[in-house]
């Protein structure tokens, strides 16, 4: 692989979600775009660590239940097991996640009959 510079901002496009992602061995990278008013539901991610960097606008991260405004410039290092969700306070809401590469994770098959 080789490496990568970009600039995050100049990848936020016109509509909200996913803007740009990368995944190495080791690493995954999200940049994600909100528009005012829109959310990511209360979540608990039980496998990674989350680093979530604001690079655009302001929002609310909740973490297990308390508020914390973000804005542009402020991280947030977030352990599995943590009750999360995201709102935008300004369109756009910019922020790059970055975890450990998951597992693969398969399904157990259904017994032979």
Do not use: C
């Amino acid at each position: 692989m080789e490496p990568e510079v970009l600039d995050l901002r100049a990848t936020v496009g016109e509509t909200s979600g996913p803007q740009w992602g990368t995944a190495t061995s080791d690493l995954n990278g999200t940049l994600l775009s909100w528009n005012q008013g829109q959310e990511i539901a209360a979540h608990v991610n039980t496998e990674v660590d989350v680093i979530m960097v604001v690079v655009q606008g302001e929002g609310a991260l909740t973490l297990d239940g308390v508020e914390h405004l973000m804005s542009e410039g402020m991280a947030a290092v977030i352990p599995k097991g943590v009750e999360r969700a995201v709102v935008a306070g300004s369109t756009p809401f910019v922020y790059l996640n970055i975890h450990r590469k998951r597992s693969l994770q398969l399904g157990t098959r259904p017994p032979r009959l």
